[in-house]
């Protein structure tokens, strides 16, 4: 049980990630962390505030959404809310499956505890100026910045400095505004962030957190649901203490709504009895709620969504439904190759047939 009590998480919503705010909530107190959860808000309606409220646990903070394109440009709020002894800055579309306990210990030992990205060698030279280093910024890990853990005694200014990279860039696009994905400030906090150890800090700040205890939502396909009601899964042999729901569409959306293991467990998260925080009817979404309506529309929009085989596959027994998509991406790569060694082979349509290969190799 994570119980210390110099240890206080952070996070940010909005209306729109209400959902994906009280899973995360119902989450750590699930997993058994006790300490204070600071929310900044970032345009919650009257009656989710009502609703969070409710829990002890929960402290709001206001923040001015009109002067942002992207709330997660507040990420670094923790500066303006004072904050002391460890600080835990963690996604709102985040569950906690276990306790975070290990990774606490590493910034209580004095480390920059976060993630590697999943592509973890982005680096601009560009980010000197956008940011307004202090040297060029070095060639290292890029981290992902949705679990960041450290200790405000051992780095009292990384908050700050953070909170003002974040300034710089409050009028810069990211990529959910429509930005290029190669746009130095296209992952707006995590680039400000990133460009900050690069350049101010040793490399050996940072903590690398272990990489198979966060699991993102492309492999949440790959998870293996073992207890719903104490949110136990597995994921290739190692049991996960973060699914992280990257990306848009969210899960609590109907264009991003998929039956995997994140799915399964938000809605215990959002319906469950014994959770901290229960949701009146009419703040679920259209695909969250209880009923046989809400049922078929789950249902339509994990077709639509998934695929038919796809969501076919997620129906069967757990161990059984991983290994038949091990398979059957086995059998697709098998069927790419051949068909690329049909594309060098035949010289009259070799350039259409390597397109239509491409097309499938990133569909």
Known sequence: MATDDDVCFYTI????????????????????????????????????????????????????????????????????????????????DMIVTGSLA????????????????????????????????????????????????????????LLERWWQACEAIHSHPTYQEGSEWDSPTAQSDQDALNAILMSEYETDAVSLAPIEKQVYRWDFRFLETRNPHTLECRFQGHTPLILHAALTSKPWEEKGAAHDTYFVFLRRLLLGRDVAIRLPPDLLTSITASGLVPWFRRQSCFVKNMGVIEYGLSCLP????????????RLREKYLQFRRKGATSAPGGAVLLTEEVQAGDQA
Not at 127 to 145: A, D, G, M, N
Not at 320 to 329: M, S
């Open 13 to 92: 919503s909005n209306a729109s990630y209400f959902p994906g705010l009280v899973a995360l909530i119902n989450s750590l107190i699930l997993t058994g962390h006790t300490q204070t959860i600071r929310v900044g808000d970032c345009g919650l309606t009257p009656a989710q505030k009502a609703v969070l409220a409710t829990c002890g646990q929960v402290e709001l903070i206001a923040l001015d959404p009109a002067k942002i394109r992207n709330p997660g440009q507040y990420k670094a709020f923790a500066h303006i809310a004072n904050a002391t002894g460890i600080a835990v800055i963690i996604d709102s």
């Open 102 to 157: 290990p990774l606490i210990a590493q910034a209580r030992r004095g480390g920059i505890c976060a993630f590697p990205n999943p592509i973890d060698d982005r680096w601009y030279a560009q980010w000197e100026e956008i940011f307004t280093l202090k040297r060029p910024p070095r060639r290292q890990v890029y981290v992902c910045s949705g679990f960041v853990a450290f200790s405000t005694d051992r780095w009292p200014h």
């Open 318 to 329: 757990p161990a059984t439904c991983i290994r038949a998509r091990h398979v059957k991406d």
